[in-house]
């Protein structure tokens, strides 16, 4: 065996030993935490621990957690408090800080990860350039799942392509990222008091700042809710135009970056007839007899 081939083979052994904790903030999350933890314990490579970080919520959030805790004892579930101020960053922040596994991965509380994501959140991080990662997602509560993924994945390539390579985003509801790249940003992430920003947009940018390097890796998959859809038109521009705000708080100027905008803006309201199409007929009673 060459000395290449044994140096390859001991830096693939020691990505395979990497621990992957999975950090869910949780706010008001009582109709879909429970799936999440289910997806996130029924993994072909089991996670090193399973954080969820209640901010402040007032409804069974925390009582669903520690009922999951005592029915899947040997499971690493752990139920964490940020009750000091309320906000997506700052129980964000509070789980990252908190994880002690070498890549700390981030999703929602409707997240839906496949079985093999924490496999391939592992695999993505074989290559000890790469800092932080992210990958598609398909949306469990929409008609036609399958399209959708690869749907989301080709616009997720195209954004790649169109930004030049220069910037990678990651997705709030499908990433991980390196603790030690987290510890290197974490004092300068923005907080973001007014709640104008695309949290995980911010956090990109923050990388690219210390040129750590975003890989997009397609084989890690989480399913989410289309639940976004269910907001105004008024509100659902203040989401998407949470961009533009991001990148003014940077200094990004890049045009070609405002394409995420434009396509979420023209499948609004196609996808939210879709969406209700899908749940009535989802809701419908089976008819029994044949009839």
């Not at 008024?234 to 045009?255: G, I, P």
Request: some cysteine.
């Amino acid at each position: 065996m060459s000395a290449d081939q044994s140096s390859g083979d001991a830096l693939y052994h020691a990505a395979d030993q990497l621990r992957v904790s999975i950090v869910i903030p949780a706010y008001n999350e009582e109709s879909v935490i429970r799936q999440c933890l289910i997806a996130a314990i029924y993994q072909s490579v089991p996670a090193h621990e399973i954080i969820v970080v209640d901010n402040l919520s007032k409804d069974r959030t925390a009582n669903i957690v520690r009922q999951m805790q005592l029915e899947y004892p040997e499971s690493p579930i752990i139920l964490l408090s940020q009750d000091r101020e309320q906000g997506l960053i700052p129980t964000r922040n509070f789980g990252l800080d908190h994880a002690t596994g070498d890549i700390l991965g981030r999703i929602d509380a409707d997240s839906v990860v496949e079985p093999d994501w924490v496999e391939q959140v592992r695999q993505a991080f074989h290559d000890a350039s790469v800092q932080a990662a992210t990958g598609p997602v398909v949306y469990y509560d929409m008609p036609m799942r399958r399209f959708g993924l690869k749907a989301d994945d080709k616009m997720r390539q195209l954004m790649l392509k169109l930004a030049k390579h220069q910037y990678h985003f990651l997705f709030g509801s499908n990433m991980a990222l390196r603790a030690s790249a987290w510890q290197i940003i974490r004092s300068e992430t923005c907080r973001d008091e007014k709640d104008e920003m695309h949290e995980d947009i911010d956090l990109s940018l923050h990388l690219a700042d210390h040129d750590l390097k975003i890989n997009y890796c397609p084989q890690m998959v989480s399913g989410m809710s289309a639940r976004r859809l269910e907001d105004s038109p008024r509100d659902y521009r203040y989401y998407v135009t949470r961009f533009d705000r991001t990148y003014k708080a940077h200094n990004v100027k890049k045009m070609a970056l405002k394409a995420p905008m434009v396509v979420f803006f023209s499948v609004y309201f196609p996808a939210k007839l879709l969406r209700a199409i899908h749940t009535v007929n989802t809701a419908q009673p089976a008819r029994r007899g044949g009839q």
